[in-house]
């Protein structure tokens, strides 16, 4: 294992060194507080997300159950440093593994490891990844189901089954895709296979089930058990994915640049593929097809059913996540063209150091260390951001911390993803958590209308959020009174003065206190 755990090290020292580690912030601020109140349930006990988390099974309910029995031996912090390490691990050796088995070349998986962590972030179409700046539940996924593919590529469909259950455990979507896209391969399998191999998709598809189920038969019933009285699809469709992440849904609203490195990939790995089949240097050439022609099909469903006809149901499968898989594929068939572009002399180099157990190991270590080191320096200075307003954001967190009733609960711009987390105090809502529940996100939507009214523009996403943080700046005394009645804050954070002697005051930032009658939210 010292070659995969000398890759896996490399990879993650040059991906802290260009995007840096990121903690208790944007994606996490569905965890963190969760979590935190899970430890103490009188945190968060006004705060109308996190209670709706708690009330109820979740998208996020079994990562933070397990970041929970972490926790109770480990800081916060540590908890989730140490998920982001194990699924950083995950990924990186099940990347390196498929490399092995699809080219039999380790040069050439070391090369894919890099590419795919390091190098292409967000080389995929709906501006998903494997890997991220913080520790997200769909790393766990993607690493659990890298890993269970590569099970069904060594006809080992039992822990593959109990490999993609289990990522469907930690993020839904990415493990039900990896299991529809892994059964559509073993069936496609079939007619060619061994007697004995005939019955493999079967079992599959049983042990994936029975494994899955814990996860996504409560999900259903909280989604389509009871429906919102008086929404249409249209107001949801829109509420997700126009309004909220348009960048995940609608192919219009993807980035040209994001466009343009899938289609390079596209067509340097299908080129890669093609020439080492010809060459008999891949392996797997018919199960890889299978798998690039079916994530071909979804993203066309996905395209018809948001862009041409929208279907809610579909869209929420949010089947662009496929190219994230199709990001691998054919990343290793780049890597392996290039091992062999490689001049004798350089490839001498990485071949002896990943067949040199001595070396291989003290360079794993020492790369382990490094990592280590600019994660703890990351998590001191989050962002590395020196800038005033960092610095003032970090100063209020730290006041609302310690100089406010645990209880208190704050409007903030919408745009802030970080207070909630490292205040440990409610707010009213934000832009960045969202329930995925039907009449949750109905709700959300009120809350941030109320707050910050901008009305329902064509295309959302982050474009809109200087918009949102305008509209809540430009609220006055008057209008946010009766605001703090209806959803019981008592402290306001914001740039733009109030007529109010503020309780807390920076030349960027201010909180006021309002009246004492705003009553508590209902949880």
Same mark, same amino acid.
């Given at each position: 294992?010292?070659?995969?755990?000398?890759?896996?090290?490399?990879?993650?020292?040059?991906?802290?060194?260009?995007?840096?580690?990121?903690?208790?912030?944007?994606?996490?601020?569905?965890?963190?507080?969760?979590?935190?109140?899970?430890?103490?349930?009188?945190?968060?006990?006004?705060?109308?997300?996190?209670?709706?988390?708690?009330?109820?099974?979740?998208?996020?309910?079994?990562?933070?159950?397990?970041?929970?029995?972490?926790?109770?031996?480990?800081?916060?912090?540590?908890?989730?440093?140490?998920?982001?390490?194990?699924?950083?691990?995950?990924?990186?050796?099940?990347?390196?593994?498929?490399?092995?088995?699809?080219?039999?070349?380790?040069?050439?998986?070391?090369?894919?490891?890099?590419?795919?962590?390091?190098?292409?972030?967000?080389?995929?179409?709906?501006?998903?990844?494997?890997?991220?700046?913080?520790?997200?539940?769909?790393?766990?996924?993607?690493?659990?189901?890298?890993?269970?593919?590569?099970?069904?590529?060594?006809?080992?469909?039992?822990?593959?089954?109990?490999?993609?259950?289990?990522?469907?455990?930690?993020?839904?979507?990415?493990?039900?895709?990896?299991?529809?896209?892994?059964?559509?391969?073993?069936?496609?399998?079939?007619?060619?296979?061994?007697?004995?191999?005939?019955?493999?998709?079967?079992?599959?598809?049983?042990?994936?089930?029975?494994?899955?189920?814990?996860?996504?038969?409560?999900?259903?019933?909280?989604?389509?058990?009871?429906?919102?009285?008086?929404?249409?699809?249209?107001?949801?469709?829109?509420?997700?994915?126009?309004?909220?992440?348009?960048?995940?849904?609608?192919?219009?609203?993807?980035?040209?640049?994001?466009?343009?490195?899938?289609?390079?990939?596209?067509?340097?790995?299908?080129?890669?593929?093609?020439?080492?089949?010809?060459?008999?240097?891949?392996?797997?050439?018919?199960?890889?097809?299978?798998?690039?022609?079916?994530?071909?099909?979804?993203?066309?469903?996905?395209?018809?059913?948001?862009?041409?006809?929208?279907?809610?149901?579909?869209?929420?499968?949010?089947?662009?996540?496929?190219?994230?898989?199709?990001?691998?594929?054919?990343?290793?068939?780049?890597?392996?063209?290039?091992?062999?572009?490689?001049?004798?002399?350089?490839?001498?180099?990485?071949?002896?150091?990943?067949?040199?157990?001595?070396?291989?190991?003290?360079?794993?270590?020492?790369? $382990?260390? =490094? @990592?280590? *080191?600019?994660? /703890?320096? !990351? %998590?001191?200075?989050? &962002?590395?951001?020196?800038?005033?307003? +960092?610095?003032?954001?970090?100063?209020?967190?730290?006041?609302?911390?310690?100089?406010?009733?645990?209880?208190?609960?704050?409007?903030?711009?919408?745009?802030?993803?970080?207070?909630?987390?490292?205040?440990?105090?409610?707010?009213?809502?934000?832009?960045?958590?969202?329930?995925?529940?039907?009449? $949750?996100? =109905? @709700?959300? *939507?009120?809350? /941030?209308? !109320? %707050?910050?009214?901008? &009305?329902?523009?064509?295309?959302?996403? +982050?474009?809109?959020?200087?918009?949102?943080?305008?509209?809540?700046?430009?609220?006055?005394?008057?209008?946010?009174?009766?605001?703090?009645?209806?959803?019981?804050?008592?402290?306001?954070?914001?740039?733009?003065?109030?007529?109010?002697?503020?309780?807390?005051?920076?030349?960027?930032?201010?909180?006021?206190? =309002?009246?004492?009658?705003?009553? /508590?939210?209902?949880?």
């Amino acid at each position: 294992m010292l070659p995969p755990a000398l890759v896996t090290a490399l990879a993650l020292v040059l991906y802290l060194l260009r995007f840096s580690y990121d903690y208790a912030a944007s994606d996490q601020d569905e965890l963190i507080p969760f979590l935190l109140h899970r430890l103490d349930p009188s945190l968060f006990a006004h705060d109308w997300f996190v209670q709706t988390q708690a009330g109820s099974f979740n998208v996020r309910t079994y990562v933070v159950l397990l970041l929970h029995g972490l926790a109770l031996v480990l800081p916060v912090w540590a908890a989730v440093l140490t998920l982001y390490v194990a699924a950083w691990t995950l990924i990186a050796t099940a990347v390196y593994h498929l490399g092995r088995l699809l080219t039999g070349d380790r040069v050439a998986a070391a090369l894919a490891v890099v590419a795919a962590l390091a190098l292409t972030p967000q080389w995929t179409l709906g501006g998903n990844d494997l890997v991220h700046r913080m520790f997200v539940p769909s790393m766990l996924a993607w690493g659990l189901g890298l890993w269970g593919l590569g099970q069904a590529l060594r006809h080992r469909t039992e822990p593959a089954a109990l490999l993609l259950g289990l990522a469907t455990w930690a993020q839904a979507l990415v493990g039900l895709q990896l299991a529809g896209l892994t059964g559509l391969m073993l069936l496609a399998d079939r007619r060619s296979a061994s007697p004995q191999r005939r019955y493999g998709p079967a079992r599959f598809a049983a042990l994936y089930v029975l494994t899955a189920a814990p996860s996504v038969v409560p999900l259903l019933l909280l989604q389509y058990g009871s429906p919102p009285p008086g929404a249409s699809p249209d107001d949801l469709f829109y509420i997700q994915a126009v309004f909220r992440t348009p960048h995940h849904y609608l192919p219009s609203a993807f980035p040209r640049r994001a466009l343009l490195r899938f289609g390079l990939l596209l067509g340097l790995g299908s080129g890669a593929l093609a020439w080492l089949h010809r060459r008999g240097q891949v392996r797997h050439v018919r199960r890889l097809g299978v798998l690039l022609l079916a994530m071909a099909g979804l993203c066309l469903l996905a395209v018809v059913c948001t862009e041409l006809r929208p279907v809610l149901a579909v869209a929420e499968l949010q089947l662009f996540k496929t190219t994230v898989l199709a990001k691998v594929i054919l990343l290793i068939g780049i890597a392996r063209v290039a091992a062999q572009l490689l001049p004798a002399r350089l490839r001498r180099l990485p071949e002896a150091l990943l067949r040199s157990r001595r070396r291989c190991g003290m360079a794993a270590v020492l790369l $382990a260390a =490094l @990592a280590l *080191f600019l994660m /703890l320096r !990351a %998590l001191e200075w989050p &962002g590395l951001s020196r800038s005033p307003d +960092a610095v003032a954001l970090r100063a209020v967190e730290a006041w609302a911390r310690t100089a406010t009733p645990q209880d208190a609960v704050f409007a903030v711009p919408p745009s802030d993803d970080r207070f909630r987390s490292r205040a440990q105090r409610a707010i009213v809502v934000n832009f960045k958590a969202f329930p995925h529940q039907d009449t $949750a996100m =109905l @709700a959300w *939507f009120e809350r /941030l209308q !109320a %707050l910050a009214p901008i &009305g329902r523009p064509p295309r959302g996403g +982050a474009a809109i959020l200087d918009d949102l943080d305008r509209a809540f700046e430009h609220l006055t005394l008057a209008e946010l009174l009766p605001l703090s009645q209806r959803y019981g804050f008592t402290y306001v954070l914001r740039r733009t003065p109030l007529p109010l002697d503020p309780v807390y005051a920076d030349p960027s930032v201010q909180v006021y206190r =309002l009246p004492d009658d705003a009553p /508590l939210p209902e949880p």
